[in-house]
């Protein structure tokens, strides 16, 4: 079983189109994150939602909203799309997001293609 | 000046090399240190974590952390192909309102060949 599971994994779209990537997570964690890996491999979290609730919110153009139904899930929805969002999305769990021997669980990805 | 630094390689060694990964941070705040592996097209999976200077083993791999001058490193003993990915290293603070969120340093690319 897949514990975080991401779809789409590839996802090639125009400039200035509206798309959504989807998270899920089935480890029981209250704790999600999505993060943003350049094309340099530089890894840098967006967003953090403890139990459907914002904790993390990181300078993210407000182009980018994030949505959690429920506290296994946690959707990264992109309005007018730019070149420079091109990257690949990863999305993260964690137990609780509190403790200091947390560890985060990522998912396999969703390498975004702006053209 | 980037709260974490790490040098993006790429590093190639042969097989059976001991390989030292490194990573320099500002933030004396850290106070957790974590490295994680990540092959091409995955997603990141914890190697190891540790909170305390000194060293922690498992296996072929041991974390070194010294607090003092804010400085960890990864060997890996014995490297095989099957370790040729990139390493992150990653850090997170103790307390207060972003506890939880971590750090990343820029990865380094490893490969180990036959």
């Known amino acids: 079983d897949t514990a975080v599971s991401q779809t789409p994994k590839y996802l090639v779209t125009q400039m200035g189109n509206d798309k959504s990537i989807k998270c899920e997570q089935n480890l029981g964690h ?15 979290i967006m967003f953090s939602y403890n139990n459907k609730e914002l904790i993390i919110n990181e300078t993210v153009p407000n ?25 690949v999305y990863f999305c993260a769990s964690s137990l609780s997001g509190t403790q200091s021997t947390d560890t985060q669980y990522f998912g396999p990805g969703t390498r975004l293609t702006v053209l | 000046q980037k709260e974490v630094e790490q040098d993006p390689g790429p590093l190639s ?42 060293n922690k083993e498992d296996g072929r791999f041991t974390a070194q952390v010294d607090k003092s ?5 990864l ?13 992150l290293c990653a850090m997170k603070i103790a307390r207060g309102s972003t506890l939880g969120r971590l750090y990343f340093g820029r990865g380094t690319q490893l490969t180990v060949w036959p």
Request: glycine fraction near 4%; aromatic fraction near 16%.
């Open chain 1, 63 to 87: 182009r980018f909203s994030p949505k959690s139904p429920d506290k296994a899930h946690l959707n990264l929805h992109i309005n007018s799309l730019e070149l420079g969002d091109s990257a």
């Open chain 2, 13 to 54: 060694v042969p097989e059976g090399a001991i390989v030292s990964l490194n990573c320099t941070y500002s933030n004396s705040a850290f106070q957790y240190f974590m490295w994680y592996r990540q092959y091409s097209r995955k997603g990141p999976e914890l190697l190891m974590y540790t909170y305390s200077s000194g």
């Open chain 1, 30 to 44: 209250d704790t999600m994150y999505w993060y943003k890996q350049d094309s340099k491999k530089f890894l840098k």
């Open chain 2, 69 to 73: 001058s804010k400085y960890i490193s």
């Open chain 2, 75 to 87: 060997f890996i003993r014995d490297s095989q192909p099957s370790d040729s990915a990139t390493y």
